[in-house]
């Protein structure tokens, strides 16, 4: 199912982008809930990253500045703001004055012990999502300082054997990569804080989980022809944050259809 079917806002759309192939992970089971809020399933595969990216409706025009915010597993990422001036906009992990640590699928780790003191939200576990607001943006000529995340961490922990997710993903923080200069900004937000424009929520599982639930009903399901059961994982992969971070926006010296953006409230 097309999610510009799907969206919950004729003027934009929120999608989840391999970084391998550049192509929209699929969608399945994609419906609309309480008007405002997308919620489907998507296919996962351990070791590959992956970006969120908003795209403006070339059929409906609107310049309204957009900001949005993404938590991973019941965790704070980060924000982004998009110019009213960009048709699309793309979030490839959190960022600070380093570099971009991008979004990676990665396997979690179980532990026979009970009382690890983990404090994960389970309801949360395997849940992509991201509130969008419409928002006045300004930038405050700042860059961001790798300070400002000293609480990030990158990856999930171990999760007790007990909840019974052998086998299903994280969402953790890759390898540090370059980025064009970013700013902190500023949004005064025109929808009230606690009510999104729209929300998107991607409920990610391995194929052979959304196999196995039912989701997706056999192998001949067009989407598990094309993703594999398993995949080999990179050690470096398995990390990821728990953070909570600022909004940036492109450097002025030339412009990027990344507008990359994090949260300041």
Avoid at 97 to 114: A, L, Q
Avoid at 119 to 148: C, F, H, M, N
Wanted: glycine letters at 8%; proline letters at 7%.
């Amino acid at each position: 199912m097309s999610l510009p079917d799907m969206s919950p806002r004729p003027n934009f759309t929120v999608t989840l982008v391999s970084a391998r192939s550049g192509k929209d992970y699929p969608l399945h089971r994609a419906r609309l809930v309480c008007g405002n809020t997308m919620d489907a399933f998507v296919p996962s595969i351990a070791g590959e990253a992956f970006h969120v990216k908003l795209a403006r409706s070339k059929e409906v025009h609107s310049a309204d500045p957009l900001c949005f915010k993404v938590w991973v597993d019941g965790r704070y990422m980060q924000g982004y703001a998009v110019s009213p001036l960009s048709d699309s906009a793309v979030m490839e992990g959190v960022y600070d004055s380093v570099g971009v640590r991008p979004f990676v699928f990665s396997n979690i780790e179980t532990t026979e012990d009970d009382d690890e003191g983990h404090e994960l939200d389970v309801s949360k576990l395997g849940l992509i999502e991201i509130r969008v607001w419409r928002a006045i943006v300004t930038r405050d000529g700042e860059q961001p300082d790798q300070g400002y995340y000293k609480n990030v961490q990158r990856h999930l922990g171990p999760v007790p054997k007990k909840l019974d997710k052998v086998g299903w993903h994280g969402v953790s923080l890759g390898d540090y990569r370059p980025h064009n200069g970013l700013f902190r900004t500023h949004s005064a937000y025109i929808d009230s804080p606690s009510t999104p424009y729209a929300t998107f929520r991607f409920h990610y599982r391995p194929l052979d989980i959304l196999l196995k639930d039912r989701v997706l009903a056999h192998m001949d399901d067009p989407l598990a022809q094309s993703y594999p059961l398993s995949r080999k994982r990179d050690r470096s992969e398995d990390e990821g944050i728990h953070s909570d971070a600022g909004v940036m926006t492109p450097g002025r010296e030339k412009r990027s259809k990344y507008d990359h953006d994090s949260e300041m409230l």
